[in-house]
């Protein structure tokens, strides 16, 4: 891939807003961990999905003007959503609550933003990214579903399956995600974009709207507490499944993939 060169678009300020959406399940003690660590930014919307080991108390004690939001269906989607919702600033970036994500770096994300792109992609696999926490299985199953995404979107994603990433908040109808307010269906059954095929969601509705995307190496740490609900073989198949759901949504909404490795530049990565 070549080196970013996204013109930057005049309507978007020079030092913007930044909102940090923080959806969490039973993550009290990491959360008096990690939001002390976030540099200073325009607003912490902390999701709650209904814990019982005090995990708003903890957030609200860690950061008093923490904004909290109590999810109204369940999945880390509809928290998304939730959080999204409540953006008031200009750039939203998504922030995992289990330690797992560096504070540090959310300025690398903004300034690929603030470069050109309207989508900051956290990559493990470009140079200078890594991971902790990657096992040879699923560094495999990803090279995998990269190679599915990028062939169906025309896209060059390096690391399709991580979920630190950033974008201007003018692109979330962009997302066309499920209203998050709407209670869900009386049989239980989630809505399509409320469970962990958000991330890959998110990935696919940016790469067929061929929006401005940069990738940003990024160094996934451990877990601080708890276990990590991944499993995957599970959840990559739910991936896979999730590409080709997203493609057959492109093509029928008459938004045809890129094709080509002129059109691939529009994944790019940071300088």
């Known amino acids: 891939m070549q080196p970013h060169a996204h013109r930057p678009r005049t309507d978007r300020p020079d030092d913007p807003r930044i909102s940090v ?13 990690v939001l002390p660590e976030l540099p200073e930014v325009h607003q912490v919307v902390l999701v709650d999905g209904g814990s019982v080991d005090g995990t708003v108390a903890a957030g609200r004690e860690a950061m008093p003007e923490i904004e909290v939001v109590t999810q109204v ?10 959080g999204f919702a409540r953006v008031t600033g200009d750039v939203v970036v998504m922030f995992d609550a289990d330690g797992s994500a560096d504070p540090a ?7 690929a933003l ?30 995998f579903l990269n190679a ?9 994603f390096s690391d399709l399956c991580y979920g630190y990433n950033a974008f201007w908040a003018d692109q979330l109808p962009v997302l066309d995600l499920p209203d998050p307010d709407v ?13 962990f095929e958000i991330e890959t969601v998110i990935n696919c509705r940016f790469a067929a709207a061929r929006v401005a995307i940069t ?9 601080i507490f708890g276990e990590s609900n991944l499993h995957a ?34 994944v790019s990565i940071a300088s």
């Open 21 to 33: 959406v923080v959806p969490a399940l039973n993550e009290a003690r990491n959360l008096t961990r």
């Open 73 to 82: 269906r369940r999945g880390k989607g509809n928290a998304l959503a939730a």
């Open 105 to 111: 770096e959310i300025p690398r994300f903004v300034d």
């Open 114 to 143: 603030r470069a050109g792109a309207d989508f900051a992609k956290g990559s493990r696999f470009c140079a200078g990214g890594g991971s902790a926490d990657i096992t040879p299985v699923r560094r495999a199953g990803n090279q």
């Open 148 to 156: 599915v995404t990028n062939r169906a979107f025309g896209t060059a």
């Open 183 to 195: 209670p869900g269906p009386a049989s239980g059954k989630m809505l399509w974009g409320d469970g």
């Open 215 to 223: 990738e940003v190496p990024s160094v996934e740490r451990l877990r």
């Open 233 to 266: 073989v599970s959840d990559g198949l739910r991936v896979l499944r999730t590409v080709r759901t997203e493609h057959r949504r492109s093509r029928a909404r008459a938004v045809p993939p890129p094709v080509g490795a002129a059109a691939r530049r529009h």
